[in-house]
């Protein structure tokens, strides 16, 4: 092994130590020590990669914000329609937020209200909300009468934060089971008759795979 990947292992090791201590935790209890110990190195190994506890922080939530992005952007590239879409994306977020720590403890941090940087995965995850809905509606799938988008996706922001929010104390609330029942609340209520029938509340067959494949 090179230098080089020792070095990005030991970081690794030291992001997902940190994860599992803030989210034990949370941010203020922490400690530095208790991260360089759960990483398996010792203090001065994590200073030499990290300045502070903020500064570890940051990198786990930035590490959460990319594995988030990404899988919405190739979620996004095999969708068949927007409100599709939206559930599927839903779902492959549900399955990081349950299974993987730093995407959990990433989310949790930047969320919250003494975020150290200006990332808000919450918002990032609204404004895809109001995209989605705005292409459901230029692709004739929104039920007529459903009222503003602008409402839909707060409602809709709400309903997924909430099962998050739940998650803390029971992982059930993030299980497939929870947000396929939630779809099947809401799908009714958002789209075109005529559309209902071909929308999967489960999530499509395309993204099964991605859904529950191993946490990378």
């Not at 203090?43 to 990669?49: D, M, R, S």
Request: charged letters at 25%; hydrophobic letters at 40%.
């Amino acid at each position: 092994m090179t230098k080089q990947e020792r070095a990005t292992r030991t970081r690794d090791a030291l992001i997902s130590s940190a994860a599992r201590e803030f989210e034990r935790h949370g941010y203020a209890l922490a400690t530095l020590s208790a991260i360089s110990s759960g990483a398996g190195v010792s203090p001065g190994a994590l200073h030499f990669h990290f300045e502070n506890k903020a500064a570890v922080a940051c990198a786990v939530e930035d590490e959460a914000c990319a594995t988030l992005r990404r899988t919405a952007r190739i979620v996004y590239g095999r969708r068949s329609n927007a409100l599709q879409n939206l559930a599927d994306t839903s779902h492959a977020l549900a399955r990081l937020l349950r299974d993987d720590v730093v995407v959990r403890a990433g989310f949790r941090l930047s969320c919250a209200d003494d975020s150290r940087t200006e990332l808000n995965l919450r918002q990032e995850w609204q404004s895809c909300v109001q995209q989605r809905l705005a292409e459901a509606a230029d692709e004739g799938l929104l039920a007529a009468g459903t009222g503003r988008q602008q409402d839909l996706a707060r409602m809709i922001v709400a309903a997924t934060i909430g099962l998050e929010a739940l998650c803390r104390d029971n992982d059930e609330w993030l299980s497939p089971r929870s947000v396929t029942s939630l779809w099947r609340t809401l799908l009714p209520m958002l789209a075109d008759p005529g559309a209902l029938d071909g929308l999967e509340p489960a999530g499509s067959p395309a993204v099964t795979g991605l859904v529950h494949a191993p946490v990378g």
